[in-house]
């Protein structure tokens, strides 16, 4: 058996080799078809997108440039080419099709550039004012509302810890003025060099920098005043400070004919520096009277967390300083260019900048003369505001606030009827202007909102809400830049900001709204006057009024008439009332804060 074995152990070596043979052929060849398929499925997915892309996506043709502008006026006119024909066809609107705002927008940048341009080619006195408002506003923007504010607030609870306060405020408006000063003399020689565009302008650059300190220890101290109810100091300060200004002003210029240009630049702004001295000193006199009667001989004492409650408060008003001053300088430099693009066919850039200047040279400033009363007033309550408020009296917070509310849609609304009804013979008066008419005439409908801005503003201000002005004073910004037709800006501008701060004010401090009260009884008083003095006007064309003093006679007679209309309309209507409460207050409230 043993060969047997030996045979069947051959045969099964001979048919293993064969099989191990056989499976290393196999696998050679499984790894060539596998390698092959591979080949075949890789070739056939790049060929597959490759197809795809050629019959779905067009060719890549070469980057062209854009029409008109650059790449970001072009891309942002066409949304607004966009946007603006999507709401014509929802509101089914008229607009003209001429009206490409890619061309608008190319037009702003490019006369944005000229203006740049023309800016710094040489010396200009309102530039050097400009740049130093700039500094101004860093150095004394906030610190006169955080003063008024942060006393206030004081007062009514410790009088050593408003001591405290005080000492802070004055430490704090150094530094800010030192900080500004500092700044302004170190930038002096690059923004006359890079931004004015003459080195003469340094020396008055930084001559006007030594009036900065004073400027804000001058805010803390007009704060200190406010809080306590006396305007007597302030308002004496500012005759003598306005008073030595002028006649140094006076004396310097006439003593130095002949002499450079940027050497009486420097000359003008150091009168301005030491007026502001002076101004600075008699309010410190003032503060020596009235601290005796005042603090006594309570010593001054760390107020709580004075830091924190100031930042709160400065950085706020600062921003919406600094954030209104870049969107003035913007507006200015961008409208004139997109009026030149509407005013193509009726004289371009030249009737722009005539139209633009008549509306902020001519009708605005007679726009917003009236408001220096209202604006006392938004002064004088603030600190009445912020008492009520962090004393926790709701009822009178609510009662100064309706009473602030009534008296200004009151004194808006008359405001607004005689510019409405004498707008035209008042710019022909002053201006001999059909244009400026037409503007005051237009815009005089927006008074009762413009003015209601501003006081609501002083009114958050008053019970610490001036982030969320801050915040509404952004929206502001991007609303103005993004408008184009410069009456539309300012009507849905105030008309925003209006809306907005009125709404936080009321809803911060409880005050319920009564906006019949506001506006519904003024505007019937406003209606009645309107009327009447339009028949008025019409009754005294026939007049002669060629000469100065006959025109000013006839807008006199026509103005008072219109205003006595108005009164005995508004009187039954509330504003008997709300005078008796005023009168019966001032008598009762002499001897506050003494």
């Not at 999507?86 to 000229?114: D, I, K, N, Q, W």
């Not at 008024?148 to 050593?160: G, I, N, Q, Y």
């Not at 302008?201 to 006007?208: I, N, P």
Request: charge should be positive; aromatic fraction near 8%.
């Amino acid at each position: 058996y043993r060969p047997v074995l030996r045979l069947l152990i051959a045969v099964g070596y001979g048919v293993a080799l064969v099989l191990d043979r056989l499976m290393d052929g196999v696998i050679v060849a499984l790894r060539a078809v596998g390698g092959l398929l591979a080949r075949v499925a890789d070739g056939l997915c790049d060929g597959l997108i490759l197809g795809v892309r050629r019959i779905f996506l067009p060719p890549l043709s070469a980057r062209q440039p854009v029409p008109v502008g650059n790449r970001f006026t072009y891309a942002f006119g066409r949304f607004c080419d966009g946007a603006s024909e999507f709401v014509t066809r929802l509101f089914h609107l008229h607009r003209p099709s001429c009206t490409r705002y890619e061309s608008v927008f190319a037009a702003a940048m490019e006369e944005a550039g000229l203006q740049f341009k023309r800016l710094t080619r040489s010396i200009s006195f309102g530039l050097i004012m400009f740049c130093l408002g700039l500094f101004v506003t860093l150095a004394t923007a906030g610190i006169s509302v955080a003063a008024a504010r942060l006393l206030t607030e004081e007062l009514s609870r410790d009088k050593a810890a408003a001591r405290g306060m005080l000492v802070r405020l004055v430490l704090a408006g150094l530094t800010l003025g030192g900080l500004a000063m500092a700044a302004q003399l170190a930038t002096a020689g690059l923004a006359a060099k890079w931004w004015l565009g003459d080195i003469r302008a340094a020396a008055a650059l930084r001559t006007s920098a030594l009036g900065l300190p004073w400027m804000a220890v001058s805010a803390v101290l007009r704060g200190f005043f406010l809080a306590r109810r006396r305007v007597e100091p302030n308002v004496l300060s500012q005759l003598a400070e306005q008073t030595v200004r002028i006649a140094a002003v006076v004396w310097a210029l006439s003593r130095t004919q002949g002499w450079p240009d940027g050497s009486r630049c420097a000359l003008v702004l150091a009168a301005t520096a030491l007026s502001e001295a002076i101004s600075t000193a008699l309010m410190a006199l003032f503060y020596r009277r009235e601290a005796a009667r005042c603090f006594g001989s309570t010593a001054p004492r760390p107020p709580r967390e004075a830091s924190r409650r100031l930042w709160d408060i400065l950085w706020p008003v600062e921003g919406g300083r600094v954030l209104s001053s870049a969107l003035h300088t913007a507006e200015n430099m961008l409208v004139p260019a997109c009026l030149a693009v509407y005013l193509g066919a009726s004289g371009g850039r030249t009737a722009a900048l005539e139209q633009y200047g008549t509306l902020k040279g001519m009708a605005l400033p007679l726009l917003n003369f009236p408001f220096g009363l209202l604006g006392s007033l938004a002064v004088l309550l603030m600190p009445e505001i912020t008492q009520a408020h962090i004393e926790g009296q709701t009822a009178r917070l609510n009662a100064l606030l309706d009473r602030m509310l009534r008296l200004t849609g009151y004194f808006s609304m008359l405001a607004g009827t005689l510019f409405w009804v004498w707008g035209r013979p008042l710019a022909q008066l002053l201006y001999h202007s059909p244009e400026a008419g037409f503007y005051l005439e237009t815009l005089a409908p927006a008074m009762p909102l413009m003015y209601l801005e501003s006081m609501v503003d002083g009114a958050m201000k008053g019970i610490g809400e001036q982030k969320a002005a801050f915040r509404y004073s952004v929206w502001d910004a991007v609303l103005r830049i993004g408008g184009v037709a410069v009456l539309l800006v300012i009507l849905l501008s105030s008309f925003y900001t209006c809306a907005a701060n009125t709404g936080r004010l009321l809803l911060s401090s409880g005050t319920g709204h009564a906006f019949r009260r506001w506006l519904g009884a003024p505007l019937l008083a406003a209606v009645a006057a309107g009327a009447a003095g339009r028949g008025v006007r019409r009754a005294l064309t026939g007049f002669p009024a060629q000469g100065l003093w006959e025109q000013l006679a006839v807008l006199t007679a026509g103005g008072t008439a219109t205003a006595i209309v108005f009164l005995l309309a508004a009187l039954p209507l509330g504003l008997w009332e709300e005078l008796r409460a005023v009168l019966r207050q001032a008598k009762t409230g002499k001897n506050r804060g003494k």
